[in-house]
């Protein structure tokens, strides 16, 4: 897809606020509230990765056969439909599979998958396709650098491992889910390590972005940040109230 069919869909121009960042770093959370706030549409893209690693176990495809990977994840059934809440439900082939991808097992799966090549190509036209009026807020590990390298704003959020972990583990007990603190923080800084030292779109800020450590920052804190750095930005605030 060309750079300029990436910045503007037909003739109306669509912003996008990206969000990236390292896992646990809460840009999904941010993500599902910048965009409530500002009324754009949301979208998850890490959540892309888990549901492809989630088809792969279902059509036992094994998670290092980049051919069959590809093919998969061209023809991904999935859908993003939210509660009366706004809570996001990812449906899988018309399952409701909101849970079930975010184990810690989905998430290594995300990360091998991410590192393929062909598979990152597949899902790169998917992700633009995303962008449509009002407006985007996308969240994941490359948005601003290389799905929508001309985003309007771009925001790479942050947090030590240490927290990113303690609140994943908090996340995985409210749901009923079995955790180790210790196993999640090593877990966290392989990823890390892994996402950084990848050949394909490494993990790190877009040129020009807004980093945020939310280490010792609320929610609504890194959100309100994020919603005033939109403001400020001149060809974003024009599609603002």
Not at 42 to 70: C, F, M, Q, T, W
Not at 131 to 158: I, N
């Amino acid at each position: 897809m060309s750079d300029e069919i990436e910045r503007r869909t037909a003739t109306i121009y669509v912003p996008v606020l990206t969000i990236d960042g390292p896992s646990g770093s809460g840009k999904g959370t941010i993500a599902h509230r910048v965009a409530a706030r500002l009324g754009f549409h949301v979208l998850d893209s890490g959540a892309l990765y888990r549901l492809l690693g989630a088809a792969a176990k279902r059509h036992a495809v094994s998670i290092d056969n980049e051919p069959a990977l590809e093919v998969l994840a061209a023809h991904l059934d999935v859908q993003f439909t939210a509660d009366a809440n706004g809570d996001a439900i990812i449906m899988l082939e018309g399952e409701d599979v909101s849970l079930e991808i975010r184990t810690e097992e989905a998430g290594r799966a995300a990360s091998q998958v991410a590192v393929l090549p062909r598979v990152r190509n597949a899902l790169l036209a998917r992700q633009q396709a995303f962008r449509e009026s009002p407006g985007l807020v996308a969240d994941g590990r490359d948005m601003g650098t290389v799905v929508f390298p001309h985003a309007d704003l771009k925001v790479f959020l942050t947090a030590s491992a240490e927290a990113r972990a303690e609140r994943r583990y908090k996340q995985l007990l409210e749901k009923g889910f079995d955790a180790s603190l210790a196993a999640l923080i090593d877990d966290i800084r392989a990823r890390d390590t892994r996402d950084m030292e990848r050949s394909i779109a490494p993990l790190k800020p877009a040129e020009g972005a807004l980093v945020l450590d939310s280490t010792d920052l609320g929610i609504e804190a890194v959100v309100q940040r994020v919603i005033d750095a939109a403001r400020a930005a001149p060809e974003l605030a024009k599609f603002l109230n």
